[in-house]
């Protein structure tokens, strides 16, 4: 959690040092702990996966630098169990990151990729590389692509988006359940243009979201990794079945309707006091109109 005051703050596991609080501890701490050392941060993102070694939390600060703790031998050589700076990183206006890897997006809209390809998924976006950390080096995207505006990365997943300034989009990244939309299902080395005229994206586990100019909404890959395959729907409409390219699906059909207003019958009232206090159990919730 990232406070007005620009300090930063963190719950649950801290077994690398990703809380930053100067600890390791493998007993998850249900009560935010502050991180040590930051004042000015303007956003915090938490990666890697809870059976690895490589958890950490990546901080902006509001100069544009970045920090991390924990990741020892994934993000940075050592681990740290309070933020440090990671050098070569500058002008920083976004972070985002998977379960391996760490993108920065620069004022000018470059991207820079850092972090630790995990055996053969080459995740990176910089081409192979071979199973040592990366340094923050710089994304080539294909020619003609516009400066990057906004990026998307699940840190449970292995693959990563991109949006330019013309609303195109590039993926890059692991590809077993066509979550980069490309077609196939083979892992890209480097960014791939993947769609047009998009204003949003989301890149999840096994699938991703686009949400074009004209609001309609398109997903590719599957719903999830096959041993979960009952836990819901990316499809809302549409047949859950895995698909390999950018296919439009339609929220407002019924029983969806995720994207209608929703009325309960009558006008909501506007209330001039509300208490609520929780003893154990037992809760004594009163209002006024």
């Not at 500058?90 to 379960?99: F, L, P």
Request: aromatic share 10%; hydrophobic share 35%; with cysteine.
């Amino acid at each position: 959690f990232v406070k007005n005051d620009g300090t930063v703050w963190g719950a649950g596991t801290n077994e690398n040092g990703e809380l930053g609080n100067g600890n390791i501890s493998n007993i998850p701490t249900s009560s935010p702990v502050q991180m040590l050392g930051v004042s000015n941060a303007v956003r915090a993102i938490a990666l890697g996966r809870e059976y690895d070694s490589n958890k950490c939390t990546i901080i902006l600060i509001k100069d544009g630098t970045v920090k991390i703790t924990g990741g020892g031998g994934w993000y940075q050589s050592e681990g740290s169990t309070v933020p440090v700076s990671i050098q070569g990183l500058q002008n920083i206006v976004d972070v985002k990151g998977h379960a391996v890897g760490a993108f920065a997006l620069d004022s000018s809209g470059k991207v820079f990729s850092f972090g630790r390809n995990r055996g053969s998924l080459q995740t990176l976006g910089v081409g192979y590389y071979n199973d040592t950390i990366l340094p923050p080096t710089r994304i080539i995207f294909p020619d003609g692509a516009a400066p990057i505006i906004a990026l998307s990365a699940n840190n449970d997943g292995y693959s990563s988006m991109a949006l330019d300034s013309n609303h195109n989009v590039y993926s890059w990244g692991w590809n077993l359940y066509g979550q980069l939309g490309d077609g196939s299902t083979v892992t890209k080395l480097f960014p791939k243009l993947i769609a047009t005229n998009a204003i949003d994206i989301f890149a999840g586990e096994t699938f991703s979201y686009i949400l074009k100019a004209d609001n309609t909404l398109w997903a590719t890959g599957r719903s999830g990794h096959p041993a979960y395959s009952n836990n819901g729907s990316i499809w809302m409409n549409l047949s859950d079945t895995q698909r390999n390219v950018f296919t439009q699906i339609d929220p407002p059909i019924s029983p969806i309707n995720l994207c209608a207003p929703k009325v309960w019958g009558v006008v909501p009232i506007k209330l001039s006091s509300f208490t609520c206090v929780a003893n154990g159990n037992n809760a004594i919730i009163s209002w006024q109109s």
